[in-house]
């Protein structure tokens, strides 16, 4: 046997497949807390499934996306006033997160908060962008004011029914937010969690 046929064959190693998301077909929007308009340049974040995606308005051309890294469904999403942060909370889950995303600087989060028992329905930046607001889904019915940046919870409250829509003063951090609940169309009341959290963080600076 000459030397050549003694030496061994060299082994050819594959690359590993990599699988990229092409496009995505359909979506899981059923109100509005499932899409959010981005201030100032008008981009569109909306849901599907575990799936964040971020396109065009005037083109509705695909322009990010993000895999929640739990692979659970997202029940809402919105972004902070400057467009700068973008907020979604995970559905119909136990212990769910609430991931806060730079959408054009990191695919991964910048913040983790997790308080809630079942799912997050509701999400609102405060007006400087320093606290986050979520609400829980039937199960939960609790709202949450974060001191999101430090990754801990500034205050909470626990409901006593449903809200229907949430927002956060445009300028400032107190009243921290109001809360629009609504058992029928006749009956609108607001309901305040103001929080002494957000005098004393903005007294420290």
Same mark, same amino acid.
């Given at each position: 046997?000459?030397?050549s ?6 082994r ?71 467009g ?33 028992? @079942?799912?997050?329905?509701? =999400?609102?930046f *405060?007006?400087?962008?320093?606290f /986050? ?6 199960? $939960? #019915? ?22 229907? @829509?949430?927002?956060?003063? =445009?300028?400032? *951090?107190?009243?921290?937010?109001? /809360?629009?609940t609504?058992?029928?169309?006749? $009956? #609108? ?17």
């Amino acid at each position: 046997m000459s030397e050549s046929n003694q030496r061994s064959t060299p082994r050819i190693q594959l690359a590993s497949p990599v699988v990229t998301l092409d496009r995505i077909i359909g979506h899981t929007i059923t109100d509005k807390a499932r899409m959010s308009v981005h201030p100032r340049t008008g981009d569109i974040a909306y849901l599907s499934g575990s799936v964040i995606l971020i396109t065009q308005s005037n083109s509705m051309q695909p322009l990010k996306h993000f895999f929640n890294r739990s692979n659970r469904n997202f029940g809402t999403l919105a972004y902070s006033p400057s467009g700068k942060y973008l907020a979604a909370g995970e559905t119909n889950c136990r212990q769910p997160e609430v991931l806060v995303y730079e959408p054009f600087m990191r695919e991964e989060p910048v913040a983790v908060l997790k308080a809630h028992k @079942s799912g997050v329905k509701g =999400l609102a930046f *405060s007006g400087d962008e320093e606290f /986050l607001v979520s609400i829980g889904e039937r199960g $939960d #019915l609790r709202i949450v004011l974060w001191d999101w940046k430090e990754g801990k919870k500034a205050d909470s409250k626990k409901l006593k029914r449903e809200f229907c @829509s949430l927002c956060f003063p =445009l300028f400032g *951090s107190f009243p921290c937010c109001l /809360l629009y609940t609504s058992p029928s169309p006749r $009956d #609108l009341s607001t309901s305040r969690m103001p929080s002494s959290a957000c005098k004393k963080k903005k007294k420290k600076k």
